[in-house]
């Protein structure tokens, strides 16, 4: 028996918010050169991921949220509990983290802006092609 995904679940693997089968990506976040290849429909549902023009441009700011985040704790760690007094030592680890947190970061910016700011409703085994 299918169990239905929760709405954590199905952001965190960047499924689609009507249906929560259907892929949004169509490679792993890990691609080094493909990770931001993303479906224009839902495969299951056909859902078209950008319900309006524009929607992803807001996911540029909830990524810059997240850079932000990045920087402050990386800041946070290497002054507060490493003492580290040495600013490259800061400038190298915060470029290298944001570099490596760069897809994770493009991928569940697009995934809030879909599921809080699309107004797309969970519909279940109702959701098909």
């Given at each position: 028996?299918?169990s239905e995904r929760?709405k954590?679940?199905?952001?965190?693997?960047c499924?689609?918010?009507?249906?929560?089968?259907?892929s949004?990506f169509q490679?792993?976040?890990?691609?080094p050169t493909?990770?931001?290849?993303?479906?224009?429909?839902?495969?299951?549902?056909?859902l078209?991921?950008e319900?309006?023009?524009?929607?992803?441009?807001g996911?540029?700011?909830v990524?810059?949220?997240?850079s932000?985040?990045?920087?402050?704790?990386?800041?946070?760690?290497?002054?507060?509990?490493?003492?580290?007094q040495e600013?490259?030592?800061?400038i190298?680890?915060i470029?290298?983290?944001?570099?490596?947190f760069t897809?994770f970061?493009?991928?569940?910016?697009?995934?809030?802006?879909?599921?809080?700011f699309?107004g797309?409703e969970?519909?279940?085994?109702?959701a098909?092609k």
């Amino acid at each position: 028996m299918h169990s239905e995904r929760s709405k954590l679940s199905s952001m965190l693997s960047c499924r689609c918010p009507r249906c929560r089968e259907g892929s949004m990506f169509q490679n792993s976040a890990l691609h080094p050169t493909k990770f931001s290849k993303s479906n224009e429909d839902c495969p299951h549902c056909g859902l078209h991921f950008e319900v309006e023009p524009g929607l992803f441009w807001g996911a540029m700011y909830v990524s810059y949220a997240f850079s932000v985040a990045i920087i402050v704790t990386l800041w946070f760690s290497l002054n507060f509990l490493l003492h580290v007094q040495e600013l490259w030592i800061y400038i190298t680890t915060i470029c290298v983290a944001l570099v490596l947190f760069t897809p994770f970061s493009f991928r569940y910016s697009r995934m809030l802006m879909l599921y809080w700011f699309s107004g797309v409703e969970y519909r279940g085994k109702a959701a098909t092609k």
